[in-house]
């Protein structure tokens, strides 16, 4: 089986809810620009209360296909697993059953496998490397200048020209027609695809571990992107002003963005846990840390995810948030493809069950 096209990636949503009685069809309030209706399934078995929840969305990247089929085969093996009341064993590290069991008991796993079904048919058919979604609103009839990065349109230092130093080499851009493809819309959430995933950690209220798959540089991120961490000085933080200007350099004096020590422990512990169990399938390495030691960036859905309960004024519930780069392609050859489906479907089980604990 070669990669799967968005027909497929779609097809396989629906069918594993309709075979599981455990996988629950959840429809995408907006379609997208070229009319297509997105589908996640909430995978767990029920419970009157709603219970934690881990979202996973994939897809984002137009041409980082892999993702698709990492959470579509990671659905498959839990509600397989769980139905067949067997474990699950990925080359060298293996669940028991009673393991996937208690993922499926005590967890809400959210899976929405394909959030921009316009780019990635775009760029199985047109243009392997396109990154954006389809939006031609702001294109001005170019065609190079199509489309909106969304892993930069969410609300997160979204001003950064502003927000940032001006030395600072944020990969972002706000001209449509940018070469890097980092174009990040006109304002925060101008997409529909973004959208729908803050809708869907609005209707998932009790989301508290978020993971956005993305490929490549083998490594298992965790905020922040902005810049570095730290949890010293709470005043130092992306709602105050005084430190626009200042942010995204390596130098850690000017600036570096406040986590509470918890968290950034949490962080840290779930992410060498995902990276371990990975390891283990065949012995592959990524490295857990901190998204701004990769490159500084602002509108991610990761930092985005954990700013919500900072922002809100109400009991938002804290989600600790994570990007995951698989691979070193954006789309190696189908027979590594398919070991690396399984390296990171270990870590996501991996994840889970250390979420649940
Ligand atoms: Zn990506």
């Known amino acids: ?57 994939g897809g984002a990247h137009a041409r980082e296909w892999g993702s698709s089929e990492i959470l579509v085969n990671l659905a498959a093996d839990l509600l397989h697993a769980h139905t067949g009341g067997t474990g ?4 060298g590290t293996s669940f028991t059953s009673a ?13 929405f496998p394909l959030v921009n079904p316009d780019g990635r048919n775009y760029s199985q058919t047109v243009d392997p490397m396109w990154r954006r979604n389809r939006n031609p609103a702001r294109s001005g009839g170019n065609p190079a200048a199509i489309g909106v990065d969304l892993n930069r349109n969410y609300d997160h230092l979204f001003d950064y020209r502003t927000a940032f130093h001006p030395l600072a080499p944020v990969r972002v851009s706000d001209d449509p027609a940018d070469p890097d493809q980092v174009y990040q819309g006109p304002e925060p959430f101008s997409e529909v695809e973004t959208r729908n995933v803050r809708w869907l950690l609005d209707r998932f209220t009790r989301t508290h571990w978020f993971v956005d798959v993305h490929s490549y540089t083998q490594k298992m991120l965790y905020v922040w992107g902005d810049d570095q961490n730290q949890s ?19 130098d850690g004096l000017l600036y570096a963005e406040f986590v509470d020590e918890g968290d950034a ?42 700013a919500r309960h900072i922002l809100s004024d109400q009991e938002e519930e804290k989600i600790l948030a994570f990007t995951i780069e698989w691979g070193t392609a954006f789309h190696p050859p189908w027979a590594e493809m398919k070991k690396i489906v399984l390296d990171v479907d270990a870590g996501l089980v991996q994840f889970c069950l250390t979420a649940a604990a």
């Open 99 to 111: 393991q996937v069991r208690t993922i499926m008991e005590e967890l809400d796993v959210v899976v």
């Open 232 to 250: 010293v000085d709470p005043a130092k933080n992306f709602r105050n002003p005084l430190f626009d200007g200042k942010r995204g350099l390596k």
């Open 1 to 57: 089986m070669p990669y799967l096209n968005i027909n497929e990636v779609e097809s396989g949503v629906i069918s594993l809810a309709a075979a599981f009685p455990k996988a629950e069809l959840v429809q995408l309030p907006e379609p997208t620009f070229e009319g297509r209706t997105c589908h996640a399934l909430r995978i767990g078995t029920h419970r009157l209360e709603p219970k934690p929840a881990v979202v996973l969305i």
């Open 265 to 306: 422990d949490d962080s840290a512990v779930l992410a060498e846990r995902f990276c371990e169990a990975l390891k283990g399938v065949r012995g592959t390495e990524y490295t857990p840390e901190p998204a701004f030691d990769l490159y500084p960036t602002c509108g991610t859905s990761d930092d985005y995810a954990y």
């Open 88 to 91: 699950l064993a990925y080359g």
